[in-house]
């Protein structure tokens, strides 16, 4: 099974979720990147608060959160660097959405960090900076729906944000220990 933004929407979608895929994703990669990890039921229960759902999950959303941990785990740490913010394709929607959820994501990533309680004294410099990025990205918004460079704006930001969340993770995790609670 592989997380597929469409897919996944639509599942929020049914499931009634507040938060978007994007946001969650981002959430749970900050989370991680901090160097933090969370035991299946802490998982559970920290997607869905984050996600505000009205009524009890369906198992479809369920399975699909259990996976969603794994899956966001394995690609952030592994070393082929394939890690990718979950946001919408480019035939799926339009730049403003893309946008909107990449500032979702971003806002996301900063809401796991800080979460995580990892993050108290001194971050080191390339960190920090890249946490400030992700700031500034979590208010981006399109001036001009129409300008023709806001795909390329769009695509430049986004590879920002999937190297900025590299870097806090190998930069957070390089010393961690192996005492660190796993999901398995």
Known sequence: MKIDFANTADLWLESRCYQSPSALHGWLS????SGARLTQNQWMNEALDYLELE??????LVQTLRYFYDDVLATISAEEMAYAPLLPKDDESDVVEQVECLAEW??????GFGASERAAGQLP?????VLNDLDAFSQAQLEDENDPSNEAMYLELAEHARI????VFYSMNR???GTNTTLH
């Open 106 to 111: 971003s806002k996301g990533f900063l809401d």
């Open 125 to 129: 410099k390339d960190v920090l900076e």
């Open 175 to 177: 010393s961690a220990s």
């Open 164 to 167: 900025a969340a590299l870097t």
């Open 30 to 33: 900050g989370y991680l990147s």
């Open 55 to 60: 009524e009890e999950p369906s198992e479809q």
